[in-house]
């Protein structure tokens, strides 16, 4: 809730009183007036560089993250050759890309490859005690945990933390319509109860958070923090606002601030965000047929794809769908930490739930035309091991996993680098965390190695000058 303390005097509301404006809808934004400037002070120019090429090709991301450490072996990466307990119970099929073979769980997805490019070779060496909650922040963050904490981050959410990937680009490219800038859903990062670690915009202050929709997609969403309340109008909303300019003009140890920071943008975006209705619109699939969301499939993460699809079409810049599940929850019911049991929650919950959603999703975006400027990314904290704790399961794996990147000015219908014949370690074109991060914003336009903030006494970078963008994917 938006709320300015302490003022005296009569409003067109009312009386006076202490809190004397209060606008529900924008708590969602993190909104506070010291919140601002203190976030506005972090804040340097990191001004396009124009490079040629596919460089700011992508206008928009959406990420689909699948905490808790999906099996590559099993889905995209499958072993035909390598011994029985090496290789698993699936069989590979064709896809319709010659020479690309991926498991048998991927039916439909299959039918998509010529728009992806497969990345085999995604590699790196972890941290202090390496958990999901470490893997995730390297992740999403782009900086190892032990910068953090040498525990290797077992603790809650910090102000200190870095910035997860989608806060710097509500920062660096906030949107040009009024909706949301960056959207997380359907439920948190979350490893026991370690809830939100690597998901949050950290030392760049909560005005570059996520808005978090953490409900079921497939279930109707409420949403009123974006709604106007029943005794507030429009055009006393509006009012309010232009109350609010007359009040930041008349405080005279503000206007250095003021001017300097442009407040005003700030209040005016949130402003419009709950007037124009837009963003509210997105969330609503019951604007979709019936026969859309049965293509997606009516399940939590197929109807977040769908909802992903609207919110891009919409205009925002960074959705992130994770995977509705605890990252170390049961594999039994909904999670990827397939330890002790990998191959029937695979063939009967996970994939066919995967393989619904994704197909869709890009075949859905490839007939809009939202592809050709939209980076599709879909991965998880790492990959799974060759061997197990018992015959059924399958260890963490950071050392060699995929991730798959489509549309946004990526290759399609490519492989790229290899794991040895357990799948084991990347032994070709090997890619770092921070190579995957250059590489998402060298598409967005944005050079990792330019300087974007001062924190702390020290220039901060988006990747810390590490990572190199990965040339041989882009179209």
């Not at 490893?191 to 997609?217: C, H, T, V, W």
């Not at 969330?283 to 977040?304: C, I, N, P």
Request: glycine share 10%; aromatic share 8%; charged share 25%.
């Amino acid at each position: 809730m938006l709320v300015f303390p302490g003022l005296q005097g009569n409003t067109c509301d009312g009386p006076a009183r202490r809190e004397f404006l209060r606008v529900g809808s924008l708590g969602i934004l993190g909104l506070s007036l010291p919140r601002l400037l203190q976030n506005a002070k972090l804040q340097a120019a990191a001004p396009k560089v124009e490079q040629g090429g596919n460089f700011g090709r992508a206008k928009q991301v959406i990420l689909l993250f699948l905490q808790g450490g999906p099996s590559h072996l099993d889905i995209w990466d499958p072993k035909p050759d390598a011994p029985s307990n090496i290789r698993g119970e699936f069989k590979p099929i064709p896809t319709n890309v010659s020479g690309i073979q991926i498991s048998e769980t991927m039916p439909l997805l299959a039918k998509q490859m010529d728009k992806v490019t497969l990345i085999r070779s995604m590699s790196y060496t972890p941290t202090g005690l390496f958990n999901h909650t470490a893997a995730i922040y390297q992740m999403l963050t782009g900086y190892e945990p032990s910068k953090v904490s040498p525990s290797g981050q077992l603790e809650p959410p910090s102000p200190a933390d870095f910035p997860t990937a989608g806060s710097h680009i509500a920062k660096m490219l906030p949107p040009t319509e009024p909706v949301l800038p960056f959207v997380e859903m359907p439920r948190p990062l979350q490893e026991s109860n370690i809830i939100g670690k690597g998901g949050a915009a950290g030392f760049l202050g909560k005005a570059y958070d996520p808005y978090r929709l953490y409900q079921n997609p497939n279930e109707p969403i409420k949403l009123d923090d974006l709604t106007l309340r029943s005794d507030v109008g429009s055009d006393r909303l509006q009012g309010r606002f232009e109350l609010l300019r007359g009040i930041n003009g008349s405080m005279p140890q503000l206007e250095k601030e003021l001017e300097k920071y442009a407040l005003d943008e700030y209040y005016s975006k949130a402003f419009d965000l709950v007037l124009s209705g837009k963003a509210r619109d997105a969330f609503d699939l019951t604007k979709e047929s019936d026969a859309v969301r049965d293509r997606y499939g009516r399940h939590k993460f197929g109807q977040g794809a769908l909802m992903a699809r609207r919110l891009i079409e919409a205009g925002t810049r960074f959705v992130q769908l994770n995977w509705p599940a605890v990252a170390n929850g049961n594999p039994e019911i909904d999670a990827w930490d397939t330890h002790t049991a990998n191959f029937k929650p695979l063939r009967e919950l996970h994939c066919p739930k995967l393989d619904s959603a994704l197909s869709a999703l890009l075949e859905d975006m490839d007939q809009r035309g939202l592809l050709d400027e939209t980076l599709v990314v879909w991965g998880g904290e790492f990959g799974r091991t060759s061997d197990s704790q018992g015959s059924k399961g399958r260890d963490h794996n950071p050392h060699a996993f995929t991730m798959w990147m489509a549309g946004g000015g990526i290759k399609g219908g490519v492989k790229y680098g290899a794991s040895d014949e357990f799948g084991y370690k990347a032994v070709e074109n090997r890619i770092g965390v921070n190579d995957l991060h250059a590489t998402i914003l060298h598409l967005l336009g944005l050079d990792h190695k330019r300087l974007t903030y001062r924190y702390a006494g020290r220039d901060f970078r988006l990747t810390d000058v590490h990572g190199n963008v990965v040339h041989d994917i882009l179209a």
